[in-house]
């Protein structure tokens, strides 16, 4: 028998360890089990120490490359990946494993990787892991495997039709990736032939002095106290100041955006940037103290967006006097980083597809 897909075993494997409590029987596994159909194959785990160790390819690792169609290549391949060490504090992984988001994780995968006999590996994979970031020899897929408490076992089908799924993540990100490529030649094709040298170098800041400030809003509907970060330009001009908002990412904060905001404000734009409690850095400090079990609290779907709305607000209600009329409250654009993209988007008016969410995670959706 031969698998179709010579790297597919190499992957499976490797998953394990860039995926993926801590009450480990004194007993290890000794096998892992491979179902394919109605065959039931195992190997053993020592064959993939000794491979790691030393290098060697015993008889029954042997009959495995031979069947995934590993060359030898992707066997020195597969040996780097099983002695490449994770440099991660061992502390706040724990931590991360043992959040609503690490649970789910694990979950997941100890979907497709069982106890045997069929159970869900979530706690095994998760006791092993831990185990294995506390370790001297720090935390590698072979260290993983050492610390596994029980005998594991995976569904090659199942597991295959994962990474199908993933493949047709990646390929459909490439297809939008070309797609919006080609969109931005035919753009640049259609459109005027423009001078740059008789352009401002947009590369270079303005000539406007910026000056910064620092409010506190408090939404009393929400009960929500937060920074937002206003950056301006110093001298008065004839004209309005266009608005632009930032909402940065999960586990950052507002400085993330400081040199964008100085730049856009030299040029004569008013930016805020607010802080989003409850995603920002500050959530991922309590997360690494032990204060917090959450990486970030799922009640931010609704409060960012909310928090975009009620700066605007305060920029609308502090125009007349603190900003002397200068706002351009028609010309508001909203930009952000990763969380901050959802954000942005949220305030446009894009909804989640809970239909689509339900598919993908079903029994999931609260």
Known sequence: MRLKNSSFFLSLIGSILVTVGSHLPTIAAEKINFIVGP??????????????DEGTIDRRLADYFRMAGVGEAEQIRFREILRKTVDIDPVLFSRLLR???????????????????????????????????????????????RNLPTNIQINLNQARSLATRFDSIILATNFFREEIKQLAQQEIANALPTDFATLPDLRQPGKLPVQKNQWTLTDTKRNRTFQVYIYQP????????PIV???????????????????LASYGYVVAIPQHPGSDRQQLQNLKRGLSRQVFLTSEFIDRPKDISYVIDELERRNQIAMRGKLDLNKIAVIGHSFGGYTALAVAGATLEFEHLAQECPGRLK
């Open 39 to 52: 065959l039931r194959l195992s190997l053993n785990i020592s064959s993939l120490e000794t491979f790691a």
């Open 99 to 145: 959040t609503e988001m690490g649970e789910d994780l694990l979950t997941r995968w100890g979907e497709h990787i069982n106890i045997q006999g069929g159970r869900n590996g979530k706690y095994a994979l998760r006791g092993a892991i831990v185990k294995s970031a506390f370790d001297e020899e720090g935390l590698t897929l072979i260290n993983v495997l």
């Open 234 to 241: 110093q001298e008065q001009q004839n004209g309005t100041y």
């Open 245 to 263: 908002i930032a909402s940065h990412g999960l586990a950052s904060s507002p400085e993330h955006f400081s040199d964008y905001a100085e730049h």
